[in-house]
């Protein structure tokens, strides 16, 4: 039989009381968003060190109270952008370093890992600034070195592919040694702009293909699929 019960009607009134607090609750999460993008040029400029939430809320264009209504400190406002870049460098190197199919060429597996990095750090110069810092907060180093873990093992599945017989430790070696030279240029790379920046960035991919030729090339005289490599 149908259901003949009268459903009850919202009124304009419920309506109105049941939007406010979603109102509320963008407002608040454009306001944060706000005082994020402020941070993050307050960090880049100033330094996590000298940065300061007053710096922050100027930045911002709010008083240092309202501040205070979403972050204690300047601490959490930190660990608050370090989590959502950590989050977001994460979807990077999923698609930067996934398994590329055979027959990829080293020079642009290479290049394409490489400009989707420096596409990141380029549009978020905070990163490096918040993960490289001399005193960093406590949770944002431990979820530098959890990142650094997982990145390097991304990396070690990418130079598999290029050398697949090599052993293990090998090409763990190689991934280490891949991700200390992207750090290392990072910066440089981050201190410049328009054409300079790309020059740097051109050699950076010569300078990682060059060092990955050999090891992923086979060596002369071994079977076939046995790259080259140097023994102590």
Not at 25 to 33: D, H, L, T, Y
Not at 164 to 183: E, G, I, N, W
């Amino acid at each position: 039989m149908p259901d003949n019960t009268e459903k009850p009607v919202r009124s304009g009134t419920d309506t109105a009381a049941g939007e406010r607090p979603r109102r509320r609750q963008a407002r608040g999460e454009r306001r944060i968003a706000q005082l994020l993008a402020a941070a993050a040029s307050v960090f880049c400029s100033a330094g996590y060190t000298a940065a300061s939430t007053n710096a922050i809320a100027r930045e911002a264009g709010v008083s240092p109270g309202t501040l205070y209504q979403f972050f204690p400190n300047k601490e959490a406002i930190a660990i608050e952008l370090g989590d959502r870049l950590v989050h977001e460098m994460r979807e990077t190197y999923g698609e930067a370093l996934a398994p590329v199919e055979p027959g990829t060429p080293l020079e642009e597996a290479v290049a394409a890992a490489v400009d989707r990095f420096i596409d990141f750090n380029c549009r978020h110069p905070v990163f490096f600034a918040l993960m490289h810092g001399p005193d960093i907060p406590g949770r944002i180093a431990e979820e530098h070195d959890a990142l650094h873990a997982t990145l390097l093992s991304r990396v070690e599945v990418l130079l598999a592919c290029f050398m697949p017989d090599t052993p293990a430790a090998d090409v763990s070696r190689t991934a280490q040694v891949c991700l200390s030279v992207y750090k290392a240029a990072l910066e440089v790379v981050l201190g410049h702009e328009g054409a300079e920046r790309e020059a740097y960035v051109r050699e950076l991919k010569d300078l990682l293909v060059r060092y990955l030729t050999p090891l992923t090339a086979p060596r002369a005289g071994a079977p076939a699929g046995v790259p080259w490599r140097n023994t102590p």
